[in-house]
T-cell receptor, first 111, second 113 residues
Framework: AQSVSQHNHHVILSEAASLELGCNYS??????LFWYVQYPGQHLQLLLKYFSGDPLVKGIKGFEAEFIKSKFSFNLRKPSVQWSDTAEYFC?????????FGAGTTVTVRA | NAGVTQTPKFQVLKTGQSMTLQCAQD?????MSWYRQDPGMGLRLIHYSVGAGITDQGEVPNGYNVSRSTTEDFPLRLLSAAPSQTSVYFC????????????FGPGTRLTVT
């Protein structure tokens, strides 16, 4: 069975600081990896996805993620956060026809 | 398109009561799923369906039943509510070959006392 582990439960940053959220997965097959974001009071929405090819993927709103196969990791990064990036972030892996989510990381950006 | 709709938005149940959470989508998506979201545990898959007449268990299926008689509807039934089922429930749908492009409903906040 696949599983996803997110290292940080809650991250607090100041505006313009850099953000990196860790994500490790376990799955024996070909992985499809995703990051989702849930802004306060809103639905989950897809931030970025990785299927194959270039291990550095770029998503919306200046986010990017790097797939490192040897480390089973798919960390999310943003060089300079804004107050509007305050949200909960979920890593997910697709395997066996279904999507499995990590526990989520709450990111609070202070102005 | 209404997208994914869920009813009710809020519900309070007493232990032992049963109820059905409704979910409907108008995008002709084959794949539908139910998640529960709990603090510190993220989204956990309860049940999912890849098409009408086909359902399967997710990570936390105990205490819940589903059926998929039509493409549009995917109700979730709580057989005998327990306080441990207090949670926010999300229904989602997507094309079968793009399950990552899930459209989520607004959620149902359920409290079991």
């Amino acid at each position: 069975a696949q599983s996803v582990s997110q290292h940080n439960h809650h991250v607090i940053l100041s505006e313009a600081a850099s953000l990196e959220l860790g994500c490790n997965y376990s799955y024996g097959g070909t992985v499809n990896l995703f990051w989702y974001v849930q802004y306060p009071g809103q639905h989950l929405q897809l931030l970025l996805k990785y299927f194959s090819g270039d291990p550095l993927v770029k998503g919306i709103k200046g986010f990017e993620a790097e797939f490192i196969k040897s480390k089973f990791s798919f960390n999310l990064r943003k060089p300079s956060v804004q107050w509007s990036d305050t949200a909960e972030y979920f890593c997910a892996v697709k395997g066996f026809g279904k999507l499995s989510f990590g526990a989520g990381t709450t990111v609070t950006v202070r102005a | 398109n209404a997208g994914v709709t869920q009813t009710p938005k809020f519900q309070v149940l007493k232990t032992g009561q049963s109820m059905t959470l409704q979910c409907a989508q108008d995008m002709n998506h084959e794949y539908m799923s139910w998640y529960r979201q709990d603090p510190g545990m993220g989204l956990r898959l309860i049940h999912y369906s890849v098409g009408a007449g086909i359902t399967d268990q997710g990570e936390v299926p105990n205490g819940y039943n589903v059926s998929r008689s039509t493409t549009e509807d995917f109700p979730l039934r709580l057989l005998s509510a327990a306080p441990s089922q207090t949670s926010v429930y999300f229904c989602a749908s997507s094309p079968r070959d793009r399950v990552w492009e899930q459209y989520f409903g607004p959620g149902t906040r359920l409290t079991v006392t």
